[in-house]
């Protein structure tokens, strides 16, 4: 029987509390930037390519971002603004034609043997055979094994890039790229053009986007959207947190804890996305259908009216 559970239910099993000491990379280790820029070394800026000495040391997210430099804010965001429109108008032009589509989210450090590199390429061939596109961000790790699954079970695999202070690059296995500037049009693509997520081990950047869904289903900008995390050793510690002290603290409802699939089981997660759309499918065509009845009571009943009232001689 496949192994699929809803989290948090009364006999799931709980961590015992620990403490671990963590030791902080510098910052030069932690984000992954290398001394020097090499020969091979790139960035790109949607058509703009550069390299070497031609890179800039911040990316535009930052120089957006950034609060201290506010005195050409009239000019240079007005153009920003015009620039971001264009990654939008981009974004929409390029996948408003993909067929249902997944996004699959894990670490970029992760290496091609580990545990979830291999259940990402896993997952990434049964969603091909299952007709979904994979979309992932492109880049190495957990997203690489992901893309690879489904371009090699015949399906469309695609990558949504970002500009990072060190480079990361589309991997090969992408069939359709897109390269962002900002994070947060790079993450309307994301939602827009996937019926679910699935996260697998990641760091922030996996974690941003684990919570950007929950808070969009949460709130209803959303409607039924899977979101699936594979990877129950490596989650249990996040999901008894949610649930003793988020839920317990009244800071969540019961009802969000059930937001969530946790399973380690390839087949049972594509399973249950395929139920989830199938779901709201059925749920639109009741309401679509409930819509049709009530317009053609409301003409008979205003053609009895009609009927009723007497005729002007």
């Known amino acids: 029987m496949p192994k699929i559970s809803n989290y948090f239910s009364a006999s799931a099993p709980r961590t015992p509390d620990s403490c671990r000491s963590t030791t902080v990379a510098p910052m030069s280790q932690s984000n992954g930037r290398e001394a020097g820029r090499g020969p091979g070394q790139e960035r790109h800026r949607g058509a703009v390519t550069?390299?070497?000495?031609?890179?800039?040391?911040?990316?535009?997210?930052?120089?957006?971002?950034?609060?201290?430099?506010?005195?050409?804010?009239?000019?240079?965001?007005?153009?920003?603004a015009l620039r971001i429109l264009s990654e939008f108008v981009e974004g929409f032009?390029?996948?408003?034609?993909?067929?249902?589509?997944?996004?699959?989210?894990?670490?970029?450090?992760?290496?091609?043997?580990?545990?979830?590199?291999?259940?990402?390429?896993?997952?990434?061939?049964?969603?091909?055979?299952?007709?979904?596109a994979v979309i992932t961000g492109g880049g190495p790790g957990v997203m690489e094994a992901a893309n690879r699954g489904a371009s090699e079970a015949g399906g469309l695999s695609v990558g949504?890039?970002?500009?990072?202070?060190?480079?990361?690059?589309?991997?090969?296995?992408?069939?359709?790229?897109?390269?962002?500037?900002?994070?947060?049009?790079?993450?309307?693509?994301?939602?827009?053009?996937?019926?679910?997520?699935?996260?697998?081990?990641g760091g922030f950047g996996t974690m941003d986007e684990l919570f950007e869904a929950l808070t969009l289903?949460?709130?209803?900008?959303?409607?039924?959207?899977?979101v699936v995390l594979m990877g129950v050793a490596y989650w249990q510690g996040l999901l008894d947190w949610m649930r003793d002290t988020m839920a317990t603290g009244g800071k969540i409802g019961p009802v969000d804890l059930e937001l969530i699939c946790l399973t380690d089981d390839v087949n049972a997660a594509v399973r249950?996305?395929?139920?989830?759309?199938?779901t709201l499918s059925a749920e639109q065509e009741a309401v679509r259908d409930e819509a049709v009845a009530r317009t053609g009571a409301d003409q008979r009943a205003a053609a009895e009216q009609a009927a009723d009232q007497p005729r002007e001689s």
């Open 50 to 80: 550069l390299r070497r000495g031609a890179i800039p040391s911040s990316t535009a997210d930052q120089r957006l971002l950034d609060s201290q430099g506010r005195g050409d804010w009239k000019t240079r965001d007005a153009w920003r």
């Open 93 to 132: 032009d390029t996948l408003a034609d993909l067929p249902p589509a997944v996004c699959v989210f894990g670490s970029a450090r992760s290496g091609p043997d580990t545990v979830e590199c291999r259940l990402a390429e896993q997952l990434g061939g049964a969603l091909a055979r299952a007709g979904y």
């Open 160 to 201: 949504l890039g970002i500009e990072l202070p060190f480079e990361q690059g589309i991997n090969e296995w992408v069939d359709l790229a897109i390269d962002f500037r900002y994070f947060f049009a790079r993450k309307t693509m994301f939602v827009k053009y996937a019926q679910a997520f699935v996260v697998l081990p």
């Open 217 to 226: 289903v949460q709130t209803g900008k959303v409607t039924r959207f899977p």
């Open 272 to 278: 249950h996305i395929i139920e989830a759309e199938a």
